[in-house]
């Protein structure tokens, strides 16, 4: 199947029975997919008029505790950032897919675009079978720790088709939605709201930020994701996350054929940041050479993850065709091999 | 003490779904008379247990929490799509959402209109009383012309200035989408009886399935207006009815 078509069938396999969407490449195919699919399995899908709407449409679907779903790239998510900050102080489950173009989109990710105090946990896939394996995920994680959950591909991920395996999930350990907004038949009515407690005459935003606060470390104690790879006797360890990692792994290779002691790091999560795996393998290496394709955002955390005990040096770097979608020259493996030689060139060699 | 005569009958009491009279909104404000006669209707059409109220930003964000429903708080101006969400994936409950001026008409106006262009099966409720008022009286998109507010002071609303207040009923009107289109006030017993009234005719469209219905309320602000609290019904009267006249624009 293709990325995108993936992505969709796997969030109705994993129960989303509410999509609302604004076409935007490279997202449109899984607005596509859904339009004609969920009707099928008896969900809605809304051809929405803004991105504002859709996300507040996917509000109203998620307050009633049914799984919902949203996806954009990087233009259409900075649209809905304000429901999306609040979207969390509401504490209201939904998974948001964001196929960027290029990998600009990870400070919008990882540190939310919007106001106040609040994070998504943010999963990064870099095969269409990983694509469909954490989208489920992002479903069971969002209604775990009642949070939006990000799924941040890309237009490669988007566009690429391969064979693809529908897993099902245990979810027996879910507790049941009674915070749900469906009408209050046999119990008290209650508030679901971001400004405050769900129950009635306790409007008390101070606590309820707080609380909503306190939840962040214990997700980030949780959550954490990481992939690594031939780091045991590594001089040089390359992080990259998403479907640029897929081509630095293969560059990794075709380095150790030529001799050099390289290895790499591949996060999962990019909130909560898998910063322990990190300073792990900076722990055994000489560097740590960072391919992203932006001008560099996640190496923001693969510093502060390792803290100056190695040096961290950035080998990727905006990238795309004459269409702007993130498909470069920088992802010519060739390219990426020259860039992991010269560092350690500079940095073991030397 | 002597016992009351038969002929004394009670028209008025806290109504049933209301759980608390202590709330934030001013003495003589409109919003609260509105919501009087809402919570009345859910209760005499037996509604509550499948009630879901989605408000919006204003004065009466004092509501959700002492109304004895279910409510989802939405946020300025996008309240139509979250009853969008929620009427779409729960068709059997019964959905009303409940919005200012300013969040409606300035904020989501085009909300409002895809949501009543989409013919979504919700009662969408327009509290109109021309000012922002949880702000402290600024102009909207439906202040009237003349109206004096803190961002219209030396002059009111000017046309040549400010341009023209938007008439959002009559506008919805002619959306083939909507099934039911009134506006009523609260400023006289018989404006109030007559909001009623109307608010049952939309909330029966909606139970009939029959389409997108909205009801337009005029209210007072004595706070936010540079008016004395007292006259401020009369103000509604001779300046506001004249853009804004109450009637039926629209039945399916």
């Known amino acids: 199947m293709e990325g995108s078509h993936a992505i969709a069938e796997a969030a109705i396999q994993a129960g989303c029975r509410f999509y609302a969407g604004y076409p935007i490449t490279p997202s449109t195919e899984i607005l596509e997919y859904m339009s004609h699919r969920l009707p099928q399995v008896g969900g809605v899908c809304m051809n929405a008029e803004s991105e504002i709407e859709a996300i507040n449409m996917v509000w109203g679907a998620a307050g009633c505790g049914v799984r919902a779903m949203i996806a954009s790239t990087g233009q259409g998510i900075s649209l809905m950032q304000e429901s999306l900050a609040e979207l969390a102080n509401a504490q209201l489950p939904c998974v948001v897919v964001n196929m960027m173009r290029g990998q600009g989109d990870y400070f919008q990710a990882t540190r939310g675009g919007g106001h106040g105090d609040y994070r998504h946990i943010v999963l990064a896939p870099s095969t269409v079978q990983e694509a469909v394996e954490l989208v489920m995920l992002a479903f069971y994680l969002a209604d775990k720790w009642r949070n939006p959950v990000d799924v941040l591909g890309d237009f490669l991920l988007g566009h690429t088709s391969e064979a693809v395996d529908f897993p099902s999930r245990d979810e027996t350990d879910l507790p049941p939605k009674t915070w749900a907004a469906t009408g209050a038949r046999g119990r008290a009515s209650h508030n679901v709201t971001p400004l405050g407690s769900p129950e009635k005459l306790n409007l008390d935003p101070g606590s309820h930020y707080a609380h909503i606060a306190a939840k962040l470390p214990r997700i980030a104690a949780a959550e954490k994701r990481c992939e690594t790879g031939l780091l045991d006797d590594a001089e040089v360890a390359v992080v990259a996350f998403g479907s640029p990692a897929r081509f630095v792994k293969y560059a990794v290779h075709v380095c150790r054929e030529q001799g050099m002691k390289v290895g790499w790091v591949r996060p999962i999560s990019l909130w909560p940041f898998p910063s322990e795996a990190v300073a792990e393998a900076a722990g055994c290496v000489r560097a740590l050479a960072v391919f992203e394709q932006n001008a560099g955002q996640m190496i923001d955390d693969v510093r502060l993850a390792v803290l100056g005990t190695v040096p961290v040096v950035p080998i990727g770097g905006i990238s795309h065709d004459h269409s702007g979608f993130g498909v470069g020259p920088a992802l010519e493996p060739a390219s990426i091999i020259a860039r992991i030689t010269e560092v350690y060139g500079d940095r073991v060699a030397a | ?252």
């Open chain 2, 1 to 252: 003490m002597s016992t009351p005569p038969e002929t004394l009958h009670k028209v008025s009491a806290k109504p049933d779904l209301l759980l608390s009279t202590q709330h934030s909104l001013c003495p003589g404000c409109g919003e609260p008379l509105a919501m009087r006669s809402i919570l009345e209707l859910i209760t005499e059409l037996g509604l509550r247990d499948r009630t879901i109220c989605v408000c919006g930003i204003g004065c009466y964000t004092a509501f959700p929490g002492i109304i004895d429903v279910d409510v989802l708080q939405a946020l300025h101006g996008r309240a139509p799509s979250v009853a969008t969400g929620a009427k779409r994936v729960l068709p059997d409950n019964f959905v009303f959402t409940l919005q200012g001026d300013g969040d409606m008409v300035s904020e989501g106006l085009q909300e409002i209109i895809h949501s009543a262009a989409r013919g979504e099966k919700f009662t969408a409720v327009l509290l109109n009383n021309g000012v922002f008022g949880e702000t402290g009286g600024h102009m909207t998109t439906t202040t009237v012309l003349g109206q004096k507010t803190k961002t219209t002071m030396e002059t009111g609303r000017l046309a040549e200035r400010h341009g023209y207040p938007i008439k959002i009923a009559d506008l919805l009107a002619q959306v083939d989408g909507t099934a039911y289109v009134a506006r009523g006030a609260m400023h006289t017993p018989a404006a109030i009886k007559w909001t009623k009234r109307i608010l049952r005719e939309a909330f029966e469209v909606q139970l009939a399935g029959k389409g997108f219905s909205f009801v337009e309320i005029l209210t007072m602000c004595p706070t936010d207006w540079f008016v004395e609290p007292s006259e401020t019904p009369d103000w509604v009267e001779t300046n506001f009815t004249g853009t804004y006249p109450l009637g039926i624009l629209k039945t399916p």
